[in-house]
């Protein structure tokens, strides 16, 4: 098992930043990518971005340009550097972590963050 523990979610105006983290504890070995996915009231949950270990990337296309991942292996943690942030961007924020295919260009997530709660508003 994978435990995942979020932090940095909050209030924002627009056009504002946010920084949330992610760290990991337990069975890291089953793992070799982690991720963020955001889901909005009444709306489906939606990928955000993912990072493997050795690095390889994917944005949603909503936030391209606006929102960076990175991650810390020695840490074992994940951020998403939120920039330029929209009123549409306002949702609860789930890390996730699982194994990234090389084939496939995919992560499969298997485990799930409690989330934490990202709005944007005047």
């Known amino acids: 098992q994978v435990q995942l523990v979020e932090s940095g979610g909050g209030l924002v105006q627009p056009g504002g930043s946010l920084r949330l983290s992610c760290a990991a504890s337990g069975s890291i070995s089953d793992i070799n990518a982690m991720a963020w996915y955001r889901q909005a009231p009444g709306k489906q949950r939606e990928l955000v971005a993912t990072?493997?270990?050795?690095?390889?990337?994917n944005y949603a296309d909503s936030v391209k340009g606006r929102f960076t991942i990175s991650n810390n292996n020695a840490k074992n943690t994940v951020y998403l550097e939120m920039n330029s942030l929209k009123p549409e961007d306002t949702a609860v924020y789930y890390c996730?972590?699982?194994?990234?295919?090389?084939?496939?260009?995919?992560?499969?997530?298997?485990?799930w963050g409690q989330g934490t709660q990202v709005t944007v508003s005047s």
């Open positions: 996730g972590a699982g194994v990234f295919t090389l084939a496939t260009m995919r992560t499969s997530v298997a485990y």
């Open positions: 990072i493997s270990n050795g690095g390889i990337i």
